[in-house]
Each structure stands twice: as C-alpha cells, then as structure tokens.
C-alpha cells in the first residue's frame, strides 16, 4: 500500500463511451500527477496537479481531460477514445512543496479500448 | 537533464547481492540521482536517491562514483519478489512550490531474480 488508490482497477469501454478514473491519495501531498504505461513502452507523463493548479500538459489529445478538485482527489475523464488508448494509467502523488522527485504511484487502471 | 544508460536486463541469484548500473556521464553538480523500479503491472516504487555521498535506506544502497559519472544500485540480499524493471533517473531539484517535479521514465533494467 502506498497511500496512493486508484479505480477502478480494470476498465473495459467502447469507443463512444464516456469513463472516469479516479485517484485518491492519503499522503497529505500537494502534486499529482497522470502517467500512461502503453504495452513495452516507458511512462509517459500526462498531466500534472500542483496546489491544485494543471501546470504541465504534454500535449494530450483532448478526449483525455483531467480534473483535480482538491489536493487529494484527480480525476482522468474519458470520451470518444481509440483502441491506441489501450494501457495502464497511473496516479502518483508528491510534496511538491520539497522539491523531491520521490513519487508515491498508485496501482494503476488497465484501460482496455474496444 | 542528463540522460542515463542502463543495461537492459541482468540476472541474480536469489540471496546474492544485485548491483544495477548506471551510467550518467553528463550530470551536472546540482543534478540528483533517483531509483525506481516497477514490478509487473504495478505501479513505479520510489526506492532511493542522492547527490554524491552514498546512502542507504531499508531497500538497497546507493553508491556514486566520486566523479558523478556512475551509480550502482545494490540490493543486498535479493529475493524473487525483486524481480522488477529499474530505473535509473536524473534531475534537477525543484525548487519549493516547482510547477510540478516531473520524472521522465528510461527504458530501465529488468532484474531477473532466479531460485
């Protein structure tokens, strides 16, 4: 356990499906943060959260739009997605305050695409 | 960002101690070395990081060269569930209230720890 939750844990959807992933942390930190793993491929990042404020976008397409409402919850919405879109999407959470780069991951959610 | 080299793969034997390289010849004095390793279908587990001294957590130790150039990372006793991807990264430290600290993943080394 790393204080880091993630759900769900496994998401099957349709290409016109709308889906949500969801994040919780309970670490008390003030970063966080979306990466996506795709099959044999490193982490990318995707978004970043700090102080609540998105403060990186690293081009995302826009069918994955994201949602912090506080410092603890981050949200991943999901509309009109490829099968490329199939991966596993990881939460991590920081003390962005510290300046570290120690990140707390969450389990993941296995995205598949249909 | 410096970038780092790590060999993609290496083997141990359960018991025996892993050392992981890793090379990042063009670090800069202000820059830290961090390790992460991701165990399948996981997410990425903060292991350890520094700047030039050696450390040592409960996990592994941390051994830079006195040139910076090269780290190792050493599991000391490895067992199975070692077995993982690790990843070698280097960065800046952010400064307080940074935009975000954000990591960018290698290819890493997958450790096989074998019977």
């Known amino acids: 356990e790393t204080g880091v939750t993630q759900t769900p844990r496994h998401l099957v959807m349709g290409m016109t499906n709308k889906k949500s992933l969801k994040c919780e942390q309970h670490?008390?930190?003030?970063?966080m943060y979306w990466y996506k793993q795709s099959a044999k491929k490193p982490l990318e990042l995707m978004f970043v959260?700090?102080?609540?404020?998105?403060?990186e976008n690293n081009s995302v397409p826009s069918r994955f739009s994201p949602e912090c409402p506080n410092s603890s919850h981050l949200f991943l919405h999901l509309h009109t997605l490829q099968p490329e879109d199939s991966a596993l999407y990881l939460c991590?959470?920081?003390?962005?305050?510290?300046?570290?780069?120690?990140?707390?991951f969450g389990p993941g959610t296995r995205l598949t695409v249909t | 960002d410096a970038k780092t080299t790590q060999p993609p793969s290496m083997d141990c034997a359960e018991g025996r101690a892993a050392n992981l390289p890793c090379n990042h010849s063009?670090?800069?004095?202000?820059?830290?070395v961090y390790w992460y390793r991701q165990i399948h279908s996981q997410g990425p587990q903060y292991i350890i990081h520094?700047?030039?001294n050696n450390e040592t957590n409960e996990m592994a130790s941390l051994i830079i060269t006195e040139d910076r150039k090269s780290s190792t990372l050493i599991l000391p006793h490895a067992t199975l569930r070692d077995t993982a991807v690790y990843y070698c990264?280097?960065?800046?430290?952010?400064?307080?209230?940074?935009?975000?600290?954000?990591?960018?993943f290698g290819g890493g080394t997958r450790l096989m720890v074998k019977p």
């Open positions: 063009t670090i800069s004095g202000n820059e830290y």
């Open positions: 670490l008390g930190h003030n970063a």
């Open positions: 990264i280097v960065r800046v430290m952010a400064p307080p209230y940074n935009a975000g600290n954000m990591l960018t």
């Open positions: 959260y700090s102080l609540e404020e998105r403060v």
């Open positions: 991590a959470s920081s003390q962005a305050l510290l300046g570290t780069y120690e990140q707390y």
């Open positions: 520094g700047l030039k």
